[in-house]
């Protein structure tokens, strides 16, 4: 800045530049969408407990040798768990590039990582074959979990009055065809788990993961499908995810582990995801 | 000239955030807002070309960090105020306010 720059700014000019300022702050903060932020991260809070519980109960009690073995062991069915939790993580990516303007919370992710040491401690605990409460496990995954429910409280508190219900519209064509993929997807998943050769068909499974990641900056992407998504999908995908995670736990810890149920227990994992796409209809 | 105690405040202006657009773009930020380059030129109402270019002078000064992505095959653009822009940002408001009286 120029001498003759400082020496002009007096009060009023300096006030001038002030109070823009302040308008342009209120306006954008008044943008942000507190309500589908704290969704967002209800939704991920949720998950993430989900996740980290089952997958401490499927490999909860194994023996060491289990780390390596088959597909009878907890270990594999953990990649059943995976799938659907990585594939969140590609759509919330996608709500948030709808949000257009967003939150960012810098220390949100530095307590969170924080929160799941204990879910690393107790991972090591099992693999030693050590033995604890079984209620541990539910608090190892609520740990991190709680600032996530915590912030998604703080935005939902400044979320403004709830719009009005807008007419349903189709989604257009890559989303419903993708949505029905994936449905089928986590279907064949499920169905696949029950059988002895899983272990094979499970990297089966994590390359088609790596090809859908791959188009995540297409329209054919996950990222774009989540910004397509409305309620009735995210409904479906809810619903089959707890499916796909309850198969895992049945076909892991029960004596229910037939082709036949998991056959059947895929078909309905794959419903939720598939009626979304063939109704097609978002909000 | 006075000792450092004593300077006027139009010392601690920031040259990089003296023009409104600049400045306005940097109040929009704040401190943990990403937005993307479309609503940061509706809420500042302004062109493309004066927005570029104030991004551009920020960018180089280190304080907005430019993340660039694609929703649904479209390239989109989004921004947020770096750690050192928001402490120069504390520094010039108050400096401004110094400058205003309050």
Known sequence: MSSTDEDDLDAASAAR??????????????????????????????????????FLLLVGDQPQSAASAGSTSG????????????????????????????????????????????FGVVGVLNLMEASYLW?????????PATPLVWQGWKLARRAGPKLPRVPPTLL??????????????????????????????????MLALV????????????PSLGSDWSSPEWN??????????????????????TPLVGIVGGIFVAVPLVVAAVRGARS | ????????????????????????????????????FATLRHLLETDDSALSKAIATLSTAGYVRVRKGYVANRPRT?????????????IHVAALRAIVGE
Do not use: K
């Open chain 1, 17 to 54: 530049l002030l109070d823009p300022g302040a308008a342009a702050g209120a306006r954008a903060d008044s943008t942000v969408d507190y309500r589908t932020l704290a969704r967002m991260q209800f939704g991920i809070a949720g998950s993430m407990f989900v996740y980290l519980s089952a």
């Open chain 1, 172 to 205: 257009n064509r890559p989303a419903r065809i993708m949505t029905g993929c994936l449905g089928l997807y986590f279907g064949l998943t499920g169905m696949l788990a029950a059988f002895s050769w899983f272990a094979f068909a499970g990297l089966g499974l």
């Open chain 1, 211 to 222: 090809a859908l990641l791959a188009l995540a900056s297409s329209r054919w992407g996950l």
């Open chain 2, 1 to 36: 000239m006075t000792d450092g105690s004593q300077r006027h405040p139009r010392h601690e202006l920031d040259p990089a955030l003296l023009t409104p657009l600049r400045f306005s773009l940097m109040a929009a930020l704040g401190t943990d807002i990403e937005i993307d």
């Open chain 1, 236 to 257: 479906g995908f809810a619903t089959s995810f707890i499916l796909l995670v309850t198969l895992a736990i049945v076909l892991a810890r029960t004596d229910w582990n």
């Open chain 1, 75 to 118: 270990f594999s069915y953990s990649i059943v768990l995976l799938i659907p939790f990585l594939v969140l993580t590609q759509l919330v990516m996608g709500v948030s590039a709808r949000s257009r303007v967003l939150r960012t919370h810098r220390h949100l992710l530095r307590i969170t990582l924080v929160a799941l040491v204990p």
């Open chain 1, 135 to 143: 209620g541990i496990n539910l608090l190892v995954a609520a740990a």
């Open chain 2, 78 to 90: 989004w921004l947020r105020a770096t750690t050192a822009g928001q402490a120069a940002m504390r």
